[in-house]
């Protein structure tokens, strides 16, 4: 099975769907990102591109909310911090300091840009 994200006007993933194998394969039973995205433009219209759960593609699985940048040609994210920076090579977000790794459970602070320590039930 292949996946394909739908894109809006700003590269924001609206949807992802499923393909059968047969629907994305060319004569010679290779699998086509161009021909899945043929067959999703005529089932539903819009700018398609796939996607896939391994991240051997795009770098990371679509979700709805997404975006996908052109120039990385990936799928990032939403923000989840105003003070986190975009990892180029991974396309994730990372704190601009580092998670403790001393095993015990921290939450991000955005107030304080830190990471504060949770008290475990």
Known sequence: MAHFAKLDENNVVVRVIVV?????????GNENEAIGIAFCNNLF?????????????????????????????????PKPYASWVLNA???????????????????WDEITVTWVLTEVP
């Open 20 to 28: 059968g194998n047969n629907d994305c394969k060319d004569e010679q």
């Open 45 to 77: 219209g819009g700018v398609w591109k796939q996607t896939s759960y391994n991240g051997r593609m795009r770098k990371n699985y679509a979700g709805i909310g997404f975006i996908y940048n052109e120039m990385l040609d990936a799928f990032i994210p």
């Open 89 to 107: 090579a991974t396309c994730q977000w990372e704190a601009p300091t580092p998670r403790p790794t001393d095993n015990q459970r921290y939450v």
